[in-house]
């Protein structure tokens, strides 16, 4: 059964990205997300640096989002089309809630900027959890407009970068099971080397 809340292994064993584009209401609360934010938080990072912070934007905002993404296509792409311009307005205006999740490695430091990046991929999944623990559907995207120099400078600092779009919602159609790889195809025991 998908989306079993009915103890903590069941939960991680069901855990399913919904899409965005068929999200419906309800969506977290804002209390409800502030407390999906501070479990996301509860993840490893060595050296204590939180190198990753997160930048909300609230449902009032998704036609500055789609504006600004309009401008990024223009400034950016010059081979984009109309469908790429309608894509982008879907885009921003999918889901009930919308985090998004900035990388914000510490330069310079002893604790190498791989595993802050891992760090943040870790916040990335606790987020996702936390919001299926909660009974929502999650979906972490990225595309085009993570990578965008006008989207990165909206949202980023210095050497920060976006590390994924967080849409969340309720399912509007039945979040269907994805194949996974099997087991042996992705495990290997070590073998000690022999010199």
Known sequence: MLNDLSSPLSLLQTRRSGRAREMVGPGPTSEQLDEMLVIASRTPD???LVPWRFVVVDKAQRDDLAQLLHR??????PD???????KAD?????GEALVVLISAPVSNHKIPVWEQELSCGSVAMNLLHAAHAMGFVGSWLSGWAAYDPTVRRAFCLGNERI???FFFG???VAVVE?????LPTIVRRWEAPLN
């Open 46 to 48: 060595h050296g204590k």
């Open 163 to 165: 590390a994924g779009f």
């Open 80 to 86: 984009s089309t109309a469908a790429h311009h309608d």
């Open 178 to 182: 994805r194949p996974r790889p099997a």
């Open 170 to 172: 309720s399912p509007g």
């Open 72 to 77: 990024a296509l223009d400034d950016n792409h």
């Open 90 to 94: 879907d885009f921003a205006r999918s």
